[in-house]
């Protein structure tokens, strides 16, 4: 019942919404309606896994430790980015920037998205999780090209002609892995898994290198991450946020899948040396990015790659490594999340995303800017938050096996330090010009950060004992 739930309101969602006549308060009403549904079988289906293992739907629908996790992920994010979008899209209408046909538009668009990537997660087919996420591909695409601008549309291009390409290239790589296996009807993750063991090793590592590729480009590891900048840049603020949170973790969790299947036929090594060198290039990439960055949207963006670098070190390096990775794709999830939609508060204020154009955040809007501070105290590895103490445990697990890896990942976790923090304080600190009246945008802008923060905040420091279970379970395999 949860997974029709989880996997049914978001479609019906979209298609009532397809459906609304020129009232925008009955969109703002189902998508908060149907976002708070899903957070709440998520939950659900979250405690019912911790309790009792796997949720089984049907043989094509069951969801593990590590699937319950990404959902929590996927419907805490999504509950956030829905009530966010009422206040941000109402202010956007305000400014005669969009009409009533692109609010439905986004909202229909934005269910999709949200059911494609539950899709994802629950299945049990490989193929039918591709699928899945290609869909999350040609919904986004058109929400990236939202504003209906020459460089938005440039940026859903690209963003739909990389991805589109990786996909294909993962979608090459899963058949080969289930070429060996379909004529014995072994197209499941556990039955994939079970036969991994007598699969040609020299195909399963070619397989894996698709894979990896394919779904990685999803990620955003470098080189694969050139479409997220400019899609992060020109996407609706909320959709960034679902960016950011979401889509990452869902396609990190389909890489985590065949990596489990490439360890049981190839060991471990071959899959934790693709994730240490992605992980590595993309940390060292995204550092001496963040330095020279004019756009704050497009420094976020090179943020998450840097972030996704670092989770995939934590897999790589494995053991305590590992748990601490997968707290850190929590944790990141929550701060990113929370410091993107800081950031539409700021491009709605400053109508610009430039850097130099923005200054005196902490005067203009005082609320935001405050829980812009907050977030990227969080984002940078301070504590009290807990990416620091992720970050640390990973660190301190690389240094034992690794330790020239960990001094490089340390001197760019600095490098990107300090190239945010400039940015930072100019937007925050600095003289805000006269044409800027202060004030926020609304509550709806608001609370939705303040919530993320709240939960950031409370589970650096706590996790319930289920919670903790779940987690456990999660990571045991990896």
């Not at 990537?117 to 490989?126: D, E, G, I, L």
């Not at 440039?154 to 589109?164: F, G, I, P, Q, R």
Request: aromatic content about 12%; glycine content about 8%; overall charge positive.
């Amino acid at each position: 019942m949860l997974l029709i739930i989880l996997l049914c309101v978001p479609f019906a969602a979209s298609v009532l919404s397809w459906l609304v006549k020129k009232r925008t308060l009955v969109l703002e009403s189902l998508a908060a309606g149907a976002s708070t549904i899903e957070l709440a079988a998520a939950l659900s289906l979250a405690g019912s896994v911790a309790k009792s293992g796997p949720y089984s739907l049907t043989d094509s629908f069951s969801v593990d430790p590590l699937g319950a996790v990404v959902i929590l992920i996927l419907a805490i994010i999504g509950v956030v980015a829905a009530w966010y979008s009422a206040g941000y899209l109402r202010a956007e209408v305000e400014k005669s920037i969009i009409g009533f046909h692109r609010v439905r538009q986004y909202f229909v668009l934005l269910h999709l998205f949200i059911f494609a990537m539950f899709f994802a997660v629950a299945t049990t087919s490989p193929t039918l999780m591709w699928i899945a996420i290609e869909a999350t591909t040609l919904s986004t695409a058109f929400l990236i090209s939202f504003y209906n601008n020459a460089s938005a549309t440039e940026a859903a291009w690209k963003y739909l002609l990389v991805n589109s390409v990786g996909l294909l290239l993962g979608f090459f790589g899963t058949l080969l892995f289930l070429s060996p296996a379909e004529s014995a009807g072994l197209t499941d993750w556990n039955s994939l898994f079970a036969a991994a063991a007598g699969f040609d090793p020299f195909i399963a590592k070619i397989a894996f290198v698709f894979v990896f590729i394919g779904y990685g480009t999803k990620v955003g590891w470098v080189p694969m991450h050139t479409w997220r900048p400019d899609a992060y840049s020109k996407a609706p603020i909320p959709v960034v946020a679902l960016f950011s949170g979401s889509l990452l973790s869902v396609a990190f969790l389909a890489v985590l899948r065949f990596k489990l299947i490439a360890d049981a036929s190839l060991g471990g090594d071959f899959s934790a040396n693709m994730l240490i060198g992605f992980g590595l290039s993309s940390i060292v990439v995204a550092a001496f990015s963040m330095l020279g960055q004019k756009n704050y949207k497009r420094l976020l963006a090179y943020s998450s790659i840097k972030h996704a670098g670092i989770i995939a070190l934590g897999f790589g390096f494995g053991g305590a490594a590992a748990g601490a990775a997968l707290l850190h794709l929590i944790y990141h999830a929550l701060a990113k999340s929370a410091l993107f939609l800081s950031a539409g508060n700021i491009f709605l204020k400053y109508s610009s995303t430039k850097v130099e154009n923005v200054r005196g955040v902490l005067s203009a809007l005082p609320v935001t800017g405050v829980l812009f501070l907050a977030g990227f105290v969080a984002i940078i590895g301070l504590p009290p938050f807990g990416l620091f103490f992720t970050e640390l445990s990973i660190l301190a697990a690389g240094i034992q096996y690794h330790p020239a890896v960990s001094v490089i990942v340390l001197l760019a976790l600095a490098l990107g330090f300090i190239g945010f923090l400039r940015h930072a304080v100019a937007m925050m600190f600095g003289e805000r010009e006269k044409r800027i009246a202060p004030g926020e945008a609304g509550v709806w802008t608001i609370v939705p950060i303040i919530i993320l923060l709240a939960i950031l905040a409370a589970a650096s420091w706590y996790l319930p004992v289920s919670f903790r279970s779940l987690l456990e379970s999660a990571v045991l395999a990896y």
